[in-house]
Every structure is written in C-alpha cells, then in structure tokens.
C-alpha cells in the first residue's frame, strides 16, 4: 500500500501537480437585463414642475406592469397602471388614468441598484432613488 501511495506521489509530481488537483471553474453569474434592474419601487427625488411637497412612487413588476402612485400635499392622492417594455437602455410605457393614455419611451442616464435618472422625449430629466 506504502508503494502505491509513493508513486501516485511520483507521478502527480511529473505531471505538475496541479493538472490533477484543479477544481472546475466557478459559474460566473448571469448579468441582469434591464427589466429585472427596474424591479421594484422608485421614488421620483427630482423632477421639472414637481411639487417638492409630492410623493411620486413607480413601481415595476416582473410581469412588465407598471404602477404610479402620487401623494399631494393637501392628502389628495391618485393612482395611474399600465405596462412597461425595455430594450437595450431604454423604457417604453404605457399608462392609463382618467385623462386617458400615457405612452412614452425614455432615455435610460443611469441605472443602479439605489438610482434611476432617465430623459424623457422633451429633454426633462427625472432621477429616482430605490424606495426602502
């Protein structure tokens, strides 16, 4: 038994060791397509015309619907749904409310895991922070 042991050990030297002791490599993870980054609740921080008083919540679901809920200052409040598309950096939406519907395609600027700034047809810029 001692002999065998001592040429595996021989051998495993000739051949350098490592050949034989290597692990497979560790799977690399999948990166995130847009949609699934957008995942979530954003809340609208910085927007042309906003009232700074106002509470502007989107939230995108996995299933491509969209929902925006906005609080005013004066307790009044109202709630807009409707669906979302992604293509490379760049978000198209539909939204229906009581003035009929919304659609849009947005500029993706910025797109972490804490931030969203996009840009809509009009140049406007809208930054969003992931709502906790």
Same mark, same amino acid.
């Given at each position: 038994?001692? $002999?065998?042991?001592?040429?595996? !050990?021989?051998? =495993? @030297?000739? %051949?350098? @060791?490592?050949?034989?002791? &290597? !692990?497979?490599p560790? /799977?690399? !993870?999948?990166?995130k397509t847009? !949609? *699934?980054?957008?995942?979530? *609740?954003?809340?609208?921080?910085?927007? /042309?015309? %906003?009232?700074?008083?106002?509470v502007?919540?989107?939230? $995108?679901?996995?299933? @491509?619907?969209?929902?925006? #809920?906005?609080?005013l200052p004066?307790?009044g409040?109202? *709630?807009?749904? @409707?669906? $979302?598309?992604?293509?490379?950096?760049?978000i198209?939406?539909e939204?229906?409310s009581?003035?009929?519907?919304?659609?849009?395609? %947005?500029?993706?600027?910025?797109?972490?895991?804490? *931030?969203? =700034?996009?840009?809509? /047809?009009?140049?406007?810029?809208?930054?969003?922070? &992931?709502? #906790?």
């Amino acid at each position: 038994m001692r $002999f065998l042991a001592l040429l595996m !050990a021989g051998c =495993i @030297g000739m %051949l350098g @060791g490592d050949s034989v002791t &290597r !692990a497979a490599p560790v /799977p690399k !993870a999948k990166a995130k397509t847009t !949609a *699934e980054k957008l995942q979530g *609740e954003w809340k609208l921080v910085r927007s /042309p015309g %906003l009232d700074d008083q106002a509470v502007a919540i989107v939230t $995108f679901s996995k299933d @491509g619907k969209l929902t925006l #809920k906005v609080t005013l200052p004066d307790g009044g409040a109202w *709630e807009s749904t @409707g669906k $979302f598309t992604t293509e490379g950096d760049k978000i198209s939406y539909e939204l229906q409310s009581n003035n009929g519907v919304r659609k849009e395609t %947005l500029q993706i600027r910025k797109l972490t895991q804490d *931030e969203l =700034i996009t840009v809509d /047809p009009e140049d406007k810029v809208e930054e969003f922070k &992931r709502a #906790k």
